[in-house]
Protein backbone atom coordinates (compact mmCIF):
# COMPACT_ATOMS: atom_id res chain seq x y z
CA UNK A 1 0.00 0.00 0.00
CA UNK A 2 0.97 3.49 -0.59
CA UNK A 3 1.50 6.13 1.55
CA UNK A 4 1.21 10.09 0.77
CA UNK A 5 2.11 12.88 3.53
CA UNK A 6 -1.02 15.20 3.95
CA UNK A 7 0.76 17.71 2.08
CA UNK A 8 0.94 15.49 -0.99
CA UNK A 9 -2.64 14.51 -0.57
CA UNK A 10 -3.78 18.02 -0.33
CA UNK A 11 -1.93 19.36 -3.54
CA UNK A 12 -3.02 16.49 -6.01
CA UNK A 13 -6.85 17.80 -4.56
CA UNK A 14 -5.89 21.74 -4.47
CA UNK A 15 -7.04 22.01 -0.71
CA UNK A 16 -4.94 24.13 0.77
CA UNK A 17 -4.12 23.81 4.78
CA UNK A 18 -7.52 26.60 5.72
CA UNK A 19 -9.29 24.39 4.16
CA UNK A 20 -8.24 21.25 5.28
CA UNK A 21 -8.45 23.10 8.52
CA UNK A 22 -11.99 24.11 8.14
CA UNK A 23 -13.07 20.83 6.63
CA UNK A 24 -11.58 18.74 9.32
CA UNK A 25 -12.77 21.03 12.10
CA UNK A 26 -9.17 21.10 13.53
CA UNK A 27 -7.36 24.74 13.96
CA UNK A 28 -5.54 25.98 11.15
CA UNK A 29 -2.17 25.89 13.72
CA UNK A 30 -2.11 22.41 14.28
CA UNK A 31 -2.47 21.46 10.81
CA UNK A 32 0.06 23.60 9.63
CA UNK A 33 2.20 21.95 12.03
CA UNK A 34 1.40 18.49 11.16
CA UNK A 35 1.65 19.41 7.10
CA UNK A 36 4.97 20.76 8.43
CA UNK A 37 6.18 17.34 10.46
CA UNK A 38 6.33 19.41 13.76
CA UNK A 39 3.18 17.78 15.31
CA UNK A 40 1.88 14.17 15.17
CA UNK A 41 -1.93 13.81 15.46
CA UNK A 42 -3.57 11.82 17.47
CA UNK A 43 -5.87 8.78 16.05
CA UNK A 44 -9.07 11.02 15.93
CA UNK A 45 -7.33 13.57 14.28
CA UNK A 46 -6.14 11.68 11.61
CA UNK A 47 -9.81 9.36 10.89
CA UNK A 48 -11.01 13.50 10.62
CA UNK A 49 -7.74 14.48 8.58
CA UNK A 50 -8.26 11.24 6.39
CA UNK A 51 -11.98 11.43 5.89
CA UNK A 52 -11.88 15.29 4.44
CA UNK A 53 -8.65 13.68 2.06
CA UNK A 54 -10.93 10.15 1.12
CA UNK A 55 -8.60 8.56 2.09
CA UNK A 56 -8.15 6.26 5.44
CA UNK A 57 -5.56 6.96 8.02
CA UNK A 58 -3.23 4.34 7.17
CA UNK A 59 -2.37 5.65 3.31
CA UNK A 60 -1.09 8.93 4.87
CA UNK A 61 2.50 9.09 6.45
CA UNK A 62 2.02 10.26 9.25
CA UNK A 63 5.20 11.40 11.97
CA UNK A 64 7.88 14.38 12.54
CA UNK A 65 10.37 15.31 9.67
CA UNK A 66 13.92 15.91 10.68
CA UNK A 67 15.23 19.15 9.94
CA UNK A 68 18.73 19.25 10.57
CA UNK A 69 19.96 22.65 11.44
CA UNK A 70 23.45 23.66 12.94
CA UNK A 71 22.91 26.40 15.77
CA UNK A 72 25.94 26.19 17.79
CA UNK A 73 29.34 25.55 16.03
CA UNK A 74 30.80 24.82 12.77
CA UNK A 75 28.58 22.55 11.14
CA UNK A 76 30.02 19.58 9.27
CA UNK A 77 33.70 19.22 8.68
Do not use: F, N, Y
Not at 53 to 63: F, K, P, S, Y
Request: net charge negative; proline share 4%.
Amino acid sequence: MDTKTVDELCAEQGIDIAQLAERAGLDEKRIRAIVEGRWTPSPQERDRIADVLGVTREQIAWGHKAVISHIHGHGPQ
